[in-house]
């Protein structure tokens, strides 16, 4: 008997009739003889309903409210799958974080899982109980309900599967597994059979929103296999694993985009120690990340600083960052919220070079202007204006040999 973690994302119990099917494919797992935990997302839309409603109150909520408020939809779903399942006769119960408890740290709207106390859920286990758990939350040590950043039950799932040392983590989601590039961007996009967690850590952190990137470091960390596959269909997905030798033979793996970041540049800054640490330590104080960061060569005695930050923390950075201009006596702030960051992946560029210089052309050569660059060993991101982010996103993935031809369908 094994045991097997299955994740069902916000598409896949969008509606009654789909939390039904899920229902029955649950079943299917455990009828063949499997202990079984389900984590569940809200219903699609509902956390983008329960962010809105938070926007028509005030526009920077209190940080455990805004928690309370969004967990709120995976309640819902949990208690409708099992109820589901219920109806058709198995035994199941459901478990908001707390219930667990799974406790984090205090980061609201970005928690980090630090323990799954494990007893609850084993005894339903041992008898008999499909276990249907709240993904997206947790519980910090003040009692506090605390929530994981969009897309944070992908990080729920593996961490139980973690904590159970379940023998499958899979993945159930609305694509067919990872592919080179957004399927909804790319229709010749393809699958992937498998891919390295570095690679899936980059593509996760680089836009790909098919894993949260901390289900990826969780898997990692713990070694957990997991199986991006459809919740549709019984196809073999993608198994996000450790590199193996053949993952190395891949130059470019895939593209990923982004249209969640912001850039701000900080004018005329004087050009002595000290200043980038005045600039970043409240940004990073206020848990907000700086991810790209350039800063122009010195003129003068003053230099631009530009970086780019999460939008959802655009306006909250902003605010700090026009205090600290003050302060730090710089000429002023500009930004820009209509950007876009496209970036190519692959363990093969460790051993390989022209790698970066074949982007840099193949933007050009569209006319696409690049405002900044990034790379890492395993990537390499280029700052675009948003509006020729699907174009890019198509060259580079034809460019990069990754098209096949194949139609996705959900
Ligand atoms: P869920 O609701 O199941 O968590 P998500 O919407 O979070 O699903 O993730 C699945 C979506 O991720 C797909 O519909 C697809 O548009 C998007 N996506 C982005 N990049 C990729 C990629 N490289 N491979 C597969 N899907 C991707
Ligand atoms: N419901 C949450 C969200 O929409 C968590 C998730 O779906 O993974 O981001
Ligand atoms: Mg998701």
Not at 4 to 21: A, R
Not at 298 to 313: A, I, K, L, N
Not at 362 to 385: A, F, P, R, W, Y
Request: hydrophobic letters at 40%; one cysteine or more; glycine letters at 8%.
């Amino acid at each position: 008997m094994a045991l097997v973690v299955q994740k069902y994302g916000g598409t896949s119990v969008g509606t009654i009739e789909k939390i039904q099917n899920v229902a029955r494919r649950v079943a299917r797992t455990y009828d063949a003889g499997n202990d079984m935990v389900v984590v569940v997302s809200a219903m699609a839309g509902e956390t983008n309903r329960l962010v809105a409603l938070s926007e028509e109150i005030c526009e920077f909520p209190s940080e455990r409210e805004y928690d309370v408020l969004v967990a709120a939809g995976e309640q819902v779903s949990i208690s409708l799958l099992s109820m589901a399942l219920q109806s058709m006769g198995y035994k199941a119960k459901s478990y908001l974080g707390w219930q667990i408890p799974l406790y984090t740290d205090d980061a609201f709207s970005k928690a980090r899982i630090n323990e799954i106390e494990d007893a609850n859920i084993r005894k339903d286990l041992d008898n008999g109980i499909i276990v249907i758990v709240a993904g997206f939350q947790g519980l910090d040590r003040d009692n506090n309900i605390t929530t994981f950043g969009r897309g944070g039950s992908d990080t729920s799932a593996v961490a139980v599967a973690a904590a159970l040392k379940a023998d499958v983590c899979e993945i159930l989601t609305d694509v067919d597994g990872v592919y080179t590039t957004d399927p909804r961007v790319v229709p010749e996009a393809s699958k992937i059979d498998k891919i390295s967690y570095d690679e899936m850590l980059e593509m996760a952190s680089l836009g790909s929103k098919v894993l949260q990137i901390r289900s990826v470091e969780f898997a990692k960390k713990y070694g957990v296999v997991v199986h991006v596959r459809s919740s549709l269909n019984d196809n073999p997905g993608t198994l996000v694993m450790k590199e193996d030798a053949d993952m190395e033979t891949v130059l470019v793996s895939g593209v990923a985009y982004n249209k969640d970041e912001a850039k701000i540049s900080v004018m005329r800054v004087p050009d002595q120690p000290g200043i980038a640490a005045q600039l970043f330590t409240p940004l990073s104080m206020a848990n907000i990340t700086v991810d790209m960061i350039i800063q122009n060569i010195s003129q003068e005695g003053f230099t631009d600083m530009t970086f780019t930050v999460p939008r959802s923390d655009f306006k909250k950075a902003l605010k700090i960052v026009e205090e600290t201009a003050v302060k730090v006596g710089a000429a002023g702030v500009q930004c820009n919220e209509s950007i876009a960051k496209v970036s190519i992946v692959g363990v093969g560029m460790r051993s390989h070079s022209g790698i970066a210089s074949k982007m840099f052309e193949t933007l050009s050569t569209e006319g696409v202007n690049i405002q900044m660059i990034s790379t890492s060993e395993i990537k390499v991101s280029c700052v675009i204006d948003d509006k020729y982010t699907e174009l890019a996103v198509r060259v580079l993935h034809e460019a990069f040999g990754l098209d096949n031809g194949q139609v996705v369908q959900e």
